[in-house]
């Protein structure tokens, strides 16, 4: 019996040990994960932020600035010089003498290139390089003149006349309130909150407390409710989108504004809303948030990570209590153990991204469940791998 008794004791004392071993292990992760994720991104993409496919068609787009802000935020936490020189080599390729964007075109009105203009004044804060000043003033010059719906909400597009989408908030407002904070601009703050509030009257559903994707104010889009304007369904990754907006905005947005508040509450209510939507088996979220596990639905990973950034970033800054890191934390090791595949050599493979989504066009998005997941995924998209590291840095910030 004694000797049973040792074996039992034994063996416990084993159990607790490689627990305690693989905890330590998950800490030591959380804390050197997000330089392992920038070095593996830098080592597939060493010359430029662009697809394979785009390497002879470079083009200023809102894909490389989600990513080079990411490493910007890496070389905050670092300090090392070699994050700081990939993104100031990514946009000098872009940025002449007189401050002009190369394959930029304003008069397109399309917002989701006013998104890389964050990084221009970041590189401008350290450098005091004018140029990138001048292209910053260039992004503003589009918001300034950007057609607007009628009740004054920026167009997501001009392609898309009186509609705004959720991607939009994140594509101009954190550069407009980094610029506004910048240059002493506090006008803008004002037009800034009232675009947050368009959204939250026109696109927030009542029952759930989420967002829908997008809102025609002419009604005459076909996936548009003939009576509310919204588009039909709840997707993952727009919402995410307008989540990081919330949160990033916040980062410029003065707490004597009366609006701040507003902004703050906003953040905090539509948290404890997509925290309810999270799949109990993955710890992760879907493709159309709210169909969970309907036929042809999948745990998508852009959005997930978004949702794990936002919920991380808002615990650090204090908007959100320690629920929410939490969750962060735990959804990101479900996220690294099931969704992130490594090759023979090493290398890591975000799954699970969808590609791309949208309303309207050619051809025709219309909004349904069945468009949404029908759309490509892949591995490795950069709209899931910017936040992807930006959780990686904000769950590092976290101490136990």
């Known amino acids: 019996m004694i000797k049973n008794l040792c074996t039992v004791i034994i063996l416990f004392f084993i159990s607790n040990f490689a627990l305690l071993a693989q905890d330590e292990h998950l800490k030591s992760t959380r804390e050197s994960i997000h330089k392992s994720i920038g070095d593996n991104f830098i080592w597939l993409y060493p010359d430029t932020v662009a697809y394979p496919t785009e390497e002879k068609s470079y083009r200023w787009n809102y894909e490389q600035g989600l990513m080079l802000y990411a490493f910007w935020q890496l070389y905050q ?143 005459e889009q076909k996936w548009a409710n003939p009576e509310t304007g919204v588009s039909p369904n709840f997707w993952g990754r727009s919402i995410g989108w307008f989540m990081m907006s919330l949160v990033d905005v916040l980062d410029y947005f003065p707490e004597s504004h009366p609006q701040y508040k507003v902004l703050l509450n906003m953040l905090v209510d539509l948290s404890e809303s997509i925290l309810k939507y999270r799949d109990n088996e993955t710890l992760l979220w879907y493709q159309v948030v709210d169909a969970k596990t309907k036929q042809g639905n999948y745990i998508e990973t852009s959005a997930s990570s978004m949702f794990i950034y936002v919920m991380a970033k808002g615990y650090n800054k204090g908007y959100l209590n320690k629920k929410y890191s939490a969750a962060a934390q735990e959804s990101y090791d479900q996220l690294l153990e099931k969704y992130v595949r490594t090759d023979c050599c090493g290398n890591m493979f975000l799954t699970n991204v969808c590609s791309v989504a949208g309303l309207g066009g050619n051809p025709y998005r219309d909004g349904s469940f069945e468009y949404y997941i029908s759309e490509p995924i892949r591995e490795n998209d950069f709209k899931g791998y910017g936040p992807f590291l930006l959780s990686a840095i904000e769950l590092a910030k976290i101490k136990e």
Not at 138 to 167: A, V
Request: overall charge neutral.
């Open 77 to 219: 936490v670092t300090n090392e010089e070699e994050y700081f020189d990939y993104i100031k080599k990514n946009i000098d390729y872009y940025i002449e003498d007189n401050g002009n964007i190369k394959t930029y075109r304003l008069d397109q009105y399309n917002i989701d290139n006013v998104a890389p203009g964050r990084v221009l004044l970041l590189l401008y804060q350290k450098t005091n390089d004018e140029r990138y000043k001048l292209a910053a003033d260039n992004l503003m010059k589009q918001l300034e003149s950007q057609p607007r719906t009628k009740s004054g909400g920026l167009w997501h597009k001009k392609i898309y006349p009186y509609q705004m989408w959720l991607d939009g908030l994140y594509m101009a407002q954190p550069f407009n309130a980094m610029y506004a904070s910048l240059f002493n601009k506090k006008e803008i703050f004002d037009d800034i909150a009232k675009q947050f509030d368009l959204i939250n009257k026109n696109l927030k559903d009542k029952n759930s407390g989420l967002y829908f994707h997008a809102w025609d104010e002419s009604r």
